[in-house]
């Protein structure tokens, strides 16, 4: 923690694209989870995340951490990425590991004093010009300083189903990016009570999950926290480049800890500082918010494909197969998805329990269980 | 009237099935009506109304009269009937033309003193065998009287959809069959509060369609009531049997009025008689009435074809098309309904609204027409 920052190190950035497709089914599924899902703007939220990067670092500087299984569908979705871009992790081994790795990738390539930060693909960014100078701000921040960089995002509702951070003071200092903020704590999904206080104190940001760091100052946090998941990247971070790589992860992977790099390294550092993302950030962590992004008609439908609704107000329906056509009629407030091989219906105030439908049924209707 | 009936004549039974398909929308279509929808007992409405035939008349005397468009369609429903034993009309002129057209048929096949039944398509019965005592209870009458047999069904509920006939006093005489009614009048769709007295009095039926005449005596009433439509259907007659058909039918039919033949003869005639039907006749005129008829599961849901409902109560799902997954979850009390190239959601509270819909946007979905 006490290198030296090199001002001109170079810097890379991570996008951390595993996840589940259950939250967006029938649309997304196992072998198509969210990152995939091409409902807003024409591409899938992965090519967006990638695009969004033009300007701030070079196409080879990106690195993206998916599953093995989800690698195929990554270099088909970002045909500009080089193949060793792209890293697939054998097992889900939750973000400390994903972290790890990504870190030891940015050293490999880029050096030890390499700033990096960690993206998420699931989420879209209404004004990428301001994300930019966010991540390029913290780039500086993480240059100069052996901190890590949470990126929050200045709360817009009491929402219940993020983590947040407690602000403290500014952070200040000669050359430093200025709006930095130190974090005084983490605070798991509060009730909506508490969430309000939140919202209304000015003094919290919810945890985006986007972080930047240096490597070797992230590395440094590993040895301190999670000594074990740092020899093991290490030993992976051998085969980078190499035809060995595989079995190398393959390998390392199974023994890692489950655990997201919150509760394994953030939670318990104490160089963290924050910057208050403001740029139009949105989880579109389920059918209803997505709806948000849609085309609505004047009765306050949103509209994602064919479909004609009569006399139904305030329904989020998407129609994924060309040719086919839904028609809503009298309904109001329900979440009508249809793909070429399944079709769901439910109202909006149930759209949470699509996790526990999937979880019943299995995602992929050719081998559906039917409970009867 | 006065021709003395033949013991011996043959009888006859014709089936209207004409009809659309909006109210079974997207499963019917203009191009596949209520009749050949094929959800109840896996074949379509047509292929049971002549399977329930079976022992009360032979296939020869079975006539089916629908629209020249839906001929093949037909065809190919009910193999066992040869090309002859379908007539199909060049334009929908309600059920007076349909009912002359047949008795001329059913003249030219059997003879003036021929007796025949009117059934229709789109019904579900309950008790085959209850239904064919009841017609040749009616066939036995119309053949010893100048009479026209109308099939009341005895009401089980304050139906507001159908017509009813107030009944009068027992048709009584040598050799008849027992349980005949004097017909005292029509009466239209009535509101619900009417519709519960004439349930409590006993005294009504509703008017199920479903007729019984001997050729000559539907004639006679014809030239009463209705001498054109006897002329055309006349002229039409003539061509029986010869190529000539179609260009006759279609001569004809341009000039024909459109009404049915409750108004145009039976709620004018004096010589009218019900039976009291009471086989479990079902219309089943809207998904909601369908799904009565579908299995269902503890929850109350009326389900036809592959589909999990979760957390979902009183819905009727059908789902037409192979290897689709439909699922409802945390929805109560609607009308799902998925076929390979249209998927329908409304409450049922607003199945009603069907027709209108299917009027907006055309049954098509290849040429739906969307009003954004």
Redesign the interface.
């Known amino acids: 923690m006490q290198a030296k920052p090199k001002t001109k190190a170079p810097f890379y950035a991570v996008i951390l694209a595993g996840g589940r497709g259950e939250r967006f089914w ?1 649309v997304g599924r196992a072998s198509r989870p969210k990152q995939f899902v091409d409902l807003f703007g024409g591409k899938p939220l992965i090519a967006h995340a990638v695009d969004r990067l033009r300007g701030l670092v070079p196409p080879e500087r990106v690195l993206v951490v998916t599953s093995r299984d989800l690698v195929p569908a990554t270099r088909a979705a970002l045909p500009a990425l080089a193949a060793d871009q792209i890293l697939g992790e054998p097992q889900a081994r939750d973000t400390a590991a994903a972290c790890a790795l990504a870190t030891a990738w940015v050293a490999w390539k880029g050096g030890p004093e390499a700033t990096m930060c960690i993206l998420t693909a699931d989420h879209l960014i209404a004004d990428a010009a301001a994300f930019r100078r966010t991540l390029r701000a913290a780039a500086a921040m993480v240059a100069r300083r052996p901190a890590m960089g949470l990126i929050g995002i200045r709360p817009t509702y009491p929402a219940t189903g993020y983590g947040y951070v407690e602000l403290g003071g500014p952070v200040t200092g000669a050359g430093l990016p200025k709006g930095f903020r130190k974090v005084r704590r983490f605070v798991e999904k509060p009730n909506l009570g508490t969430a309000a206080t939140y919202v209304r104190s000015g003094r919290f940001a919810w945890n985006s999950g986007m972080f930047a760091w240096r490597a070797s100052t992230f590395r440094a946090a590993l040895a301190e926290f999670r000594p074990a998941l740092l020899k093991a990247t290490d030993r992976i971070a051998a085969h980078f480049g190499r035809r060995s790589l595989a079995r190398a992860l393959e390998r390392e992977y199974a023994g890692l800890e489950r655990i997201s790099v919150d509760y394994a390294v953030m939670e318990r550092a104490r160089n963290l500082v924050a910057a208050r993302g403001d740029f139009g950030w949105d989880d579109v962590g389920t059918w209803v918010s997505a709806g948000a992004h849609f085309p609505h ?1 004047a009765e306050g439908n949103a509209v994602h494909g ?1 479909a ?1 609704a ?2 139904a107000h305030g329904n989020t329906i998407v129609n994924a197969e060309a ?9 109001d407030d ?1 979440v ?1 998805v ?1 793909t ?8 909006k ?2 759209a949470d ?2 996790k ?2 999937v979880k ?2 299995g995602d992929d ?2 081998k ?1 269980v ?3």
Chains 1, 2 share one sequence.
Do not use: K, Y
Request: proline share 8%.
């Open positions: 029938p008609d064919l004609e009569m006399a040719g086919h056509l839904v028609a809503v009629l009298g309904a329900l009508v249809h070429a091989d399944a079709t769901l219906v439910c109202p105030s149930c329990g699509l526990a439908l019943q049924i209707p050719a559906a039917f409970v009867r």
